[in-house]
Nanobody
Framework: QVQLVESGGGLVQAGGSLGLSCAAS????????MRWHRQAPGNQRELVAS???????YYADSVKGRFTISRDNAKNTVLLQMNSLKSEDTAVYYC???????????WGQGTQVTVSS
């Protein structure tokens, strides 16, 4: 089993910045992908950004140029730095770890990000 614990959510004004952190523990294999998803009320969960253990990144178009994902493989942590936040970034943000060629997927409990306009 793998456990994911997120931290860093909160309330911020539009244009501000927040950093999210996710710490993974348990049976983690070397090759994996860590992702941040978000879900706003009434919306489906969407992929925001991902990073492989090799450092390859992906960003949703809506956050490109504003969000930066990074990871520390030695500590099994993934960070999401969010800048120039907009009200539409308001959502619960979930950390997700995928390993085993995608067969195994683990989720954190989520952390609320609220951007006031």
């Amino acid at each position: 089993q793998v456990q994911l614990v997120e931290s860093g959510g909160g309330l911020v004004q539009a244009g501000g910045s927040l950093g999210l952190s996710c710490a993974a523990s348990g049976n983690i294999v070397t090759t994996n992908t860590m992702r941040w998803h978000r879900q706003a009320p009434g919306n489906q969960r969407e992929l925001v950004a991902s990073i492989t253990s090799g450092g390859t990144t992906y960003y949703a178009d809506s956050v490109k140029g504003r969000f930066t994902i990074s990871r520390d493989n030695a500590k099994n942590t993934v960070l999401l730095q969010m800048n120039s936040l907009k009200s539409e970034d308001t959502a619960v943000y979930y950390c997700n770890l995928v390993q085993g060629l995608g067969r195994l997927s683990y989720w954190g409990q989520g952390t609320q990000v609220t951007v006031s306009s």
